[in-house]
């Protein structure tokens, strides 16, 4: 099993251009998660699905989108770059959304907007 | 609304000390706790987590967390630490976010040092 996977692994982006992450899972979870991770910021969570073509708002979802048409893969968009979407991206599943149930994290994506 | 709160963001120590990285929690619920490891440049990987039962909680690596609900803490410990334990640890909180799912909120993160 390859887990969770994302690509690309670093993206370099101008300001105002779109790009798409990939975050593909091997292991038939249902929930998914989008989170960035700043440096002295923790993770945050920035859009979830509780399954196939449901999605959901995280804490801070403001300039990304996401779509999860099938079960195996979730996507995050970047509409309009902005340089405080400067971040690592990481995405994550669980077997189901229950409170013992832990999360698998890829090895994310490193993004920068200039 | 849980939160999560990691007391030191950077701890250094000898090479066969004692590792002591501490995590208290505010959770309306009986919590659900769960600690983390970032190693350079890599995901996070789950060390060893809390559901109910047992409040020493064992994990990999030789790390282990107690649950004390009256200090509501979590601390992660080791009794001798490794140059490969260098590191950054995240703690986590389970918390409902509805329709009956949950979420994790985490900590903001401890980078440990490990001194030869």
């Known amino acids: 099993n390859a ?22 899972q091997d292991m038939n979870h249902e929930y998914m998660y989008w989170y960035r991770q700043d440096p002295g910021m923790g993770l945050r969570l920035i859009h979830y699905s509780v399954g196939e073509g449901t999605t959901a708002k995280g804490e801070v979802p403001d300039g990304y989108n996401v779509s999860r048409l099938k079960k195996q893969n979730f996507l995050l968009g970047l509409e309009s770059a902005a340089p405080s979407q400067t971040s690592v991206y990481f995405c994550a599943s669980s077997l189901r959304g229950l409170a013992s149930n832990e999360q698998f994290f890829g090895p994310g994506t490193r993004l920068t907007v200039l | 609304a849980q939160s999560v709160t990691q007391l030191g963001s950077h701890v250094s120590v000898s090479e066969g000390a004692l590792v002591l990285l501490r995590c208290n929690y505010s959770s309306s619920v009986p919590p659900y706790l769960f600690w983390y490891v970032q190693y350079p440049n890599q995901g996070l990987q789950l060390l060893l987590k809390y559901t109910t039962g047992a409040t020493l909680v064992k994990g990999i ?4 967390a107690e649950f004390k609900k009256s200090e509501t803490s979590f601390h992660l410990t ?23 799912s949950y979420q994790l909120t985490f900590g903001k993160g401890t980078k440990l040092s490990v001194i030869p």
Do not use: I
Request: proline fraction near 4%; include cysteine; charge should be positive.
């Open chain 1, 3 to 24: 887990g969770v996977t994302q690509t690309p692994k670093f993206r370099v982006l101008k300001t105002g251009q779109s790009m798409t992450l990939l975050c593909a």
């Open chain 2, 61 to 64: 690596n030789g790390f282990e």
């Open chain 2, 78 to 100: 080791k009794p001798s630490a490794h140059m490969s334990d260098a590191a950054e640890y995240f703690c986590a909180v389970s918390g409902y976010s509805g329709a009956g």
